[in-house]
């Protein structure tokens, strides 16, 4: 990606090192747990935080305090910080474009080893994810080591598409989807749930497609090999995969996120057409 030197979004908490209150041993399970604690998950039908709690001594707590040390905000100096402000800020430009100019910008929070949200106290294990509560994506960006070296995708636009994946839960927040699929789900069987859960994560997949493309036609920002990184990554998360991976075999109606195949159909989606539009993943349900 040709990122440097681009707008930096000054929409940032930079909580790295931090830690947070309360927090205990969360911080101990560490990054490389990802893999197991999923598996568990999809084989249990656990919540991965109920999981991470346990596992660390975590009590999930409700209070959406900020830590007691106000966090620095603003564009981080260090390289990896700085490209994570440049691809957040041309996320906004990008769904301000297509929502208009009162589209809200979310916060990203940088964190290391566990992070307090209005969603919980959360341990770096559950990779990055974004709280509806407080409307903030969290980030630990060692979880870009975890994609490169245990699961076998590097590359910067991949790293580009983790953000804009969890912007897109943004997107799906504003536009009120989040909210109808959280009642549905209340009301569903577990199986049902997750499968509006893999609706979801599907769609924002697409969204960051969509922003993929935009960064490409509309700002010039993706070099050769940039979309294939993205679809790589996207082919390396998928609920198969990390099914294979930590259990051994594969459990379709556990799936959160939806498989390989389902994720790279839908990124490419939002990548080849720019459109939003083409990103319902609801099709045939009354939301």
């Known amino acids: 990606m040709r990122w440097e030197g681009q707008r930096e979004s000054n929409n940032i908490e930079d909580r790295r090192g931090m830690g947070s209150a309360g927090v205990g041993s969360a911080g101990g399970l560490g990054i490389g747990g990802i893999v197991l604690v999923l598996a568990v998950s999809y084989f249990t039908g656990t919540n991965p935080l109920t999981l991470i709690n346990m596992l660390s001594g975590v009590q999930s707590m409700t209070d959406s305090s900020a830590p007691s040390t106000p966090a620095a905000t603003g564009a981080p100096s260090d390289q990896l910080g700085k490209f994570a402000a ?18 809200e910008e979310p916060r990203l929070v940088l964190f290391s080893g566990a992070v307090r949200s209005a969603c919980g106290t959360t341990s770096s294990a559950v990779g990055p994810f974004y709280c509806p509560g407080d409307h903030k994506v969290y980030l630990d960006l060692t979880f870009f080591n975890e994609m490169a070296q245990r699961l076998g995708a590097p590359g910067d636009f991949a790293q580009a598409y983790v953000i804009a994946h969890e912007v897109g839960h943004h997107v799906q927040n504003l536009t009120g989807v989040a909210g109808k699929v959280t009642r549905l789900q209340r009301q569903s069987s577990e199986k049902d749930a997750n499968a509006l859960s893999v609706r979801m994560e599907l769609q924002a997949d697409c969204y960051a497609g969509v922003w993929g493309y935009h960064a490409n036609r509309t ?49 490419r989606r939002g990548l080849e057409s720019g459109d939003p539009s083409v990103c319902n993943t609801f099709e045939g349900l009354r939301l």
């Open 219 to 267: 700002r010039n920002l993706i070099e050769p090999g940039d979309f294939e990184e993205g679809l790589k990554a996207a082919a390396a998360i998928g609920d198969d995969r990390l099914q294979k991976m930590g259990q051994g075999y594969v459990q379709p109606e556990s799936w959160t996120h939806g498989s390989s195949d389902q994720r790279m159909t839908w990124l």
């Open 86 to 103: 440049v691809v957040l800020a041309d996320t906004e430009t990008t769904w301000k474009q297509l929502l208009g100019p009162d589209y």
